[in-house]
T-cell receptor
Framework: GENVEQHPSTLSVQEGDSAVIKCTYS??????FPWYKQELGKGPQLIID?????GEKKDQRIAVTLNKTAKHFSLHITETQPEDSAVYFC?????????FGAGTRLAVHP | NAGVMQNPRHLVRRRGQEARLRCSPM?????VYWYRQLPEEGLKFMVY????????ESGMPKERFSAEFPKEGPSILRIQQVVRGDSAAYFC????????????FGQGTRLTVV
């Protein structure tokens, strides 16, 4: 089955700094690459996604880059704010289901 | 357009009882997924259903767990004879199609077995 790994597992930054989270996957058939944000007591919320025919996508302070050859994609958050503090999950997939990574706990300190 | 609705939000059951978790997908969505999340862990896929069909149940435990998505009404995840290890947050997601598309999650049902 699909093996998904996220790094780092925890990340602590100062407000205004950038944060980068990397996700590696094993299934070469994966062609959809989303990132979800989960706040305490809530369900995961999609923040950005990319499909396999695109190398990079940006939405304001958030960007995702994909290297399909190396089977990894990364989440980039610039100008971090305290409200960015949450757990972030990558969930590469294709047909039928998303396989979630173990998550990265991001703490943004004022 | 209401999001994915799950109920109850919190459910307490004694060992040996049955737990029924409900999920109403977003309007127009015919694909439903159930995930389980243990504390401090990621979401583990359980089952994928379309209306009246189970498409992929590779993540479902072999015993005591079942899921359905009838033609009318919400999807139901049923856990019979619950044990303490079933305590977790159960999330439902829905999507409009099965390929390369956003899955919208509900707020989850937190099951506690005492």
């Amino acid at each position: 089955g699909e093996n998904v790994e996220q790094h780092p597992s925890t990340l602590s930054v100062q407000e205004g700094d950038s944060a980068v989270i990397k996700c590696t996957y094993s299934d070469s058939a994966s062609n959809y690459f989303p990132w979800y944000k989960q706040e305490l007591g809530k369900g995961p919320q999609l923040i950005i996604d990319i499909r396999s025919n695109v190398g990079e996508k940006k939405d304001q302070r958030i960007a995702v880059t994909l290297n399909k050859t190396a089977k990894h994609f990364s989440l980039h958050i610039t100008e971090t704010q305290p409200e960015d503090s949450a757990v972030y999950f990558c969930a590469p997939g294709g047909y039928n289901k998303l396989i979630f990574g173990a998550g990265t706990r991001l703490a943004v300190h004022p | 357009n209401a999001g994915v609705m799950q109920n109850p939000r919190h459910l307490v059951r004694r060992r040996g009882q049955e737990a029924r978790l409900r999920c109403s997908p977003m309007k127009g969505h015919s694909h439903v997924y159930w995930y389980r999340q243990l504390p401090e862990e990621g979401l583990k896929f359980m089952v994928y259903l379309q209306k009246e069909n189970i498409i992929d149940e590779s993540g479902m435990p072999k015993e005591r767990f079942s899921a359905e998505f009838p033609k009318e009404g919400p999807s139901i995840l049923r856990i019979q004879q619950v044990v303490r290890g079933d305590s977790a947050a159960y999330f439902c997601a829905s999507s409009v199609q099965d390929r390369n598309t956003e899955a919208f999650f509900g707020q989850g049902t937190r099951l506690t077995v005492v």
